[in-house]
């Protein structure tokens, strides 16, 4: 069956790095899009980045542009997302999504917290 897998969250000072990854299985991979969410404390779960099943399409919500990067191995079936220059505002569970057959399926997420 589909799985999906998030690693990588963490506490980081506000400025700080983190990688987050996204192991996929139970489906061909490289045929489907990708997205990352996140849902912060008392808000709604919101779009963060997409990627396209060949890599040469991504597209960000403003307010993480110029410092997320999403990626994807299809190699290796995994999903990345580079977070640089981190700020409470990024302070959410971060969760790898897919859409396949009409249906969206969710990992189980990872907390990602970027102290002031």
């Known amino acids: 069956q589909v799985r999906l897998e998030e690693f990588g969250g963490g506490l980081v000072q506000s400025g700080e790095s983190l990688r987050l990854s996204c192991a996929a299985s139970?489906?061909?991979?490289?045929?489907?899009a990708m997205w990352w969410y996140r849902q912060a404390p008392g808000k709604e779960r919101e779009w963060v980045a997409?990627?396209?099943?060949?890599?040469?399409?991504?597209t960000y919500t403003d307010s993480v542009k110029g410092r997320f990067t999403v990626s994807r191995d299809n190699a290796k079936n995994t999903l990345y997302l580079q977070m640089n220059n981190l700020n409470s505002n990024d302070t959410a569970v971060y969760y790898c999504?897919?859409?396949?057959?009409?249906?969206?399926?969710w990992g189980q997420g990872t907390q990602v917290t970027a102290s002031s």
């Open positions: 999504s897919t859409l396949i057959n009409g249906r969206i399926y």
């Open positions: 139970g489906f061909t991979f490289a045929d489907v």
């Open positions: 997409m990627i396209g099943p060949q890599i040469t399409y991504t």
